[in-house]
Nanobody, 127 residues
């Protein structure tokens, strides 16, 4: 069974950057699609970005498109989220999620489609 562990969160000023990493253990990245979700206090879990197996097609929410980049590093067995031009509204706990069942693209933003989850990492954006 795959295990996911996020890291890289922290505090940053508006306009700054952070890189989140999701370390995957228990198997290689092969066969898995991955996504990042986030949850702010008092809000529902929200889709951020996904990278789909096998072609590594990427998908983003409108709120982060053009600022965030998701990528998989097969050599390091990690999935990364590069976040640039951060805004206060990006403040949330960020979760990495994995899906082994080749979801269709329209289902990538559905948290119920993912069977593996990390514990989350806090991102705070404030001046």
């Amino acid at each position: 069974q795959v295990q996911l562990v996020e890291s890289g969160g922290g505090s940053v000023q508006p306009g700054g950057s952070l890189r989140l990493s999701c370390a995957v253990s228990g198997r290689t990245l092969s066969g898995y699609s991955f996504a990042w979700f986030r949850q702010a206090p008092g809000k529902e879990r929200e889709f951020v970005a996904a990278i789909r197996w096998p072609n590594s097609d990427t998908y983003y929410s409108d709120s982060v498109k053009g600022r965030f980049t998701i990528a998989r590093d097969n050599a390091k067995n990690t999935v990364q989220l590069q976040m640039n031009s951060l805004k206060s509204e990006d403040t949330a706990i960020y979760y990495c999620a994995g899906n082994s069942r080749r979801p269709i693209s329209s289902n990538l933003s559905n948290p119920r489609a993912y069977e593996a989850w990390g514990q989350g990492t806090q991102v705070s954006v404030s001046s």
